[in-house]
């Protein structure tokens, strides 16, 4: 925590307002974290990772929040991601994506939502079908924050056959950042979050080995309701608590230092505005 109090006073705050006003990625911040070894915080103790929990990660979401809501959903999703390929990691899934997490050296993220799924996320149109040598994904995903900074994605899938019907089995594979057929599309706008660079990814007939598989076939499910969902909402908590504490804290300031020209009398001495700051400290503290 004290890392992360750190890197959030003297890095995200002084970039946060620029990283916004031009859609930047959090370069500085996230540099920082895993200079760190902040982003090891769900990597496994067995790997060299910190082993922490959800605790841990509503904490430090809620800290980097409230300088950049960007920097703190970033930083989470990578998280999340690594609590997904922790799960059921096989011995080369923990050297090649878990070992260099717990280093500093990798960031992971998420691509699960997809245009025409909604808050259904869990039900993908991305297809995966089986290869000789593993599997060939194509589809669209919708917000994936990181986007071409990460180094990994876990993608959420629907298995075909080879003649291009459904098999009805959901499954979880790893797609990295540099195979062919990935790309990029218009980047998005999310009011005071421009700096996520959460993107639509588009994969066209990308092959992924046979142990970019996480968990088994149909294990797609599993891993949304049993890590992805208690962990993501957890991150969303942490982050826009985050965001809520800072929106207090400019109003106690403001409430604090604004006088009536006619009184000179503070506006937060007005019995409704002390009142109504005081109901908001009571609901902060109380999340």
């Known amino acids: 925590m004290a890392i992360a109090r750190d890197v959030a006073s003297t890095v995200t705050a002084r970039t946060a307002a620029e990283d916004d006003r031009d859609a930047r990625w959090p370069v500085e911040t996230m540099r920082a974290l895993a200079a760190g070894r902040v982003t090891a915080l769900l990597a496994p103790v067995t790997v060299g990772g910190h082993g922490e929990g959800m605790t841990g990660l509503v904490s430090i979401s809620e800290v980097l929040a409230a300088e950049s809501a960007s920097a703190a959903l970033c930083f989470a999703m990578h998280c999340v991601g690594t609590a997904v390929i922790a799960a059921k990691a096989t011995d080369s899934q923990r050297d090649r994506y878990l070992v260099p997490i717990a280093r500093g050296e990798h960031l992971t993220t998420l691509a699960l939502s997809e245009p025409g799924s909604g808050s259904i996320f869990y039900y993908p149109e991305t297809t995966l079908e089986p290869t000789t040598e593993g599997y060939r994904v194509s589809g669209t995903k919708s917000f994936v924050t990181n986007a071409s900074h990460a180094d990994s994605y876990v993608v959420s899938t629907a298995a075909v056959t080879g003649n291009g019907d459904a098999d009805g089995t959901f499954s979880c594979v790893l797609v990295d950042r540099d195979v ?16 996520n660079d959460s993107r639509t990814m588009r994969l066209a007939n990308v092959d992924v080995p046979r142990d970019g598989l996480l968990g088994a076939q149909g294990d797609q499910l599993w891993y949304v309701f049993e890590v992805i969902a208690p962990y993501f909402l957890m991150a969303m908590a942490g982050t826009y608590l985050g965001v809520a504490q800072a929106a207090f804290d400019e109003a106690r300031l403001h409430t604090g230092t604004r006088r009536f020209g006619y009184s000179g009398e503070l506006l937060g001495q007005a019995p409704v505005v002390s009142h109504r700051l005081g109901e908001l400290w009571t609901r902060l503290e109380a999340t």
């Open 180 to 195: 062919a057929g990935l790309d990029w599309l218009d980047a998005w706008q999310g009011f005071g979050m421009r700096a």
